[in-house]
């Protein structure tokens, strides 16, 4: 057996944390209105043996909450003196956001559309460079964790470029019975990462501004399933469920008239072609319309909120070259065990 190498101090914001240490860091990005400075909160866990650097990210958009708590686990469950290579944790990068509650920065821009970002450019321009030429760039993997918007909720997936061996490795690891195969967006940390040949994946499940166990639970569970593929901690996945299954293409389904909704379909549930998934109707109820499937598939995302003007999406779905029941199988399997793991908060459920 080959001996294990020892891993060497790792050195971030011109800070060494020395081997089996670890360091809470700060990286300012910007000052208040009051010149108090505003900083990117950031743990480093640099272990005894040698291995990849994986930064674990959450809350690019300020309101997405479930990567937070999700980042704040981990930390609480990882033992140094157990990790090989360095583990970076930011359970919070769009602060202005999150102080906020809000999902953009101060002046409306979208931080995950302003990467890489520049060094005179705007505010967001400006945190895109410094997360990213200090930290990010530092990283052998990414994992990115989002959450749906406000009042629309999304079905624990992963969303990656399979097209890069090393990505589709991380992807189907992190164990989400979906996994999407999504094409870059201009601007998004995934698509600059990327581009520097450092596999990303981006984890989305649950709402904005709320906390959903069964998000969080798959969450965690995730990221240390790409941390045990990458040998950074022992052990084996918990239970080997079934391969993820690969959805090539999504679309949107939008209202067709302004009302209230009344949904006939959940997340995870397997709908098909010209299937009713909603009812709108005006608050009179004399002018009714049902939403239908335009193929068969699976819902991955939700509007939560039951009013609509025409032209809201209001279901995501999913379209899969497998049988739907095969996927739809899946996803129960997934949630009845995350599930089970969250029996002392009560009732757990994707359906809001």
């Not at 809350?59 to 609480?76: M, S, T, Y």
């Not at 060094?119 to 990283?139: D, K, N, P, T």
């Not at 940390?189 to 499940?205: F, G, K, Q």
Request: proline content about 5%; some cysteine; overall charge neutral.
């Amino acid at each position: 057996m080959a001996k294990a190498k020892i891993n060497r101090p790792f050195t971030l914001l011109e800070t060494s944390i020395g081997v089996g240490e670890r360091q809470t860091l700060s990286l300012e990005i910007a000052k208040l209105y009051t010149h108090t400075p505003l900083t990117i909160p950031i743990e480093v866990v640099n272990g005894l043996e040698a291995g990849p650097v994986v930064l674990v990210c959450a809350a690019i958009h300020g309101d997405e909450l479930n990567g937070v708590e999700v980042v704040r686990q981990l930390l609480a469950k990882v033992d140094v003196h157990d990790l090989k290579g360095t583990l970076i944790a930011v359970p919070v990068v769009n602060v202005f956001g999150f102080v906020q509650k809000s999902r953009y920065l101060p002046d409306r821009r979208d931080l995950n559309r302003c990467f890489p970002g520049s060094e005179r450019g705007s505010l967001g321009a400006r945190m895109a460079h410094m997360f990213f030429s200090q930290v990010a760039s530092l990283c052998t993997h990414i994992i990115d964790l989002h959450t749906g918007a406000i009042h629309r909720s999304n079905l624990p997936q992963v969303r990656a470029d399979l097209s890069c061996p090393a990505t589709a490795e991380i992807a189907h690891a992190f164990g989400t019975p979906v996994v999407i195969d999504a094409t870059l967006r201009n601007g998004s940390l995934r698509s600059e990462a990327s581009s520097r040949n450092i596999p990303v994946i981006t984890y989305e499940a649950g709402e904005a501004l709320r906390f959903d166990p069964v998000a969080i639970a798959g969450g965690l569970q995730g990221v240390e399933n790409v941390l045990r593929k990458l040998k950074m901690l022992k052990g084996r996945r918990r239970k080997k469920g079934p391969d993820a299954v690969i959805a090539a293409s999504t679309s949107w389904v939008r209202a067709e008239v302004d009302g209230i909704v009344r949904a006939q379909v959940n997340l995870g549930e397997k709908v098909s072609k010209g299937q009713v998934l909603a009812y709108i109707d005006n608050p009179l109820g004399n002018n009714e319309l049902a939403l239908l499937a335009p193929r068969s598939g699976i819902v991955i995302g939700q509007q939560t909120m039951p009013l609509v003007n025409e032209g809201d999406a209001v279901f995501h779905l999913a379209y899969f070259a497998h049988a739907n029941s095969i996927v739809e199988q899946q996803v129960e399997s997934f949630i009845d065990e995350l599930s089970d793991t969250n029996d002392s908060n009560g009732s757990v459920t994707l359906n809001n």
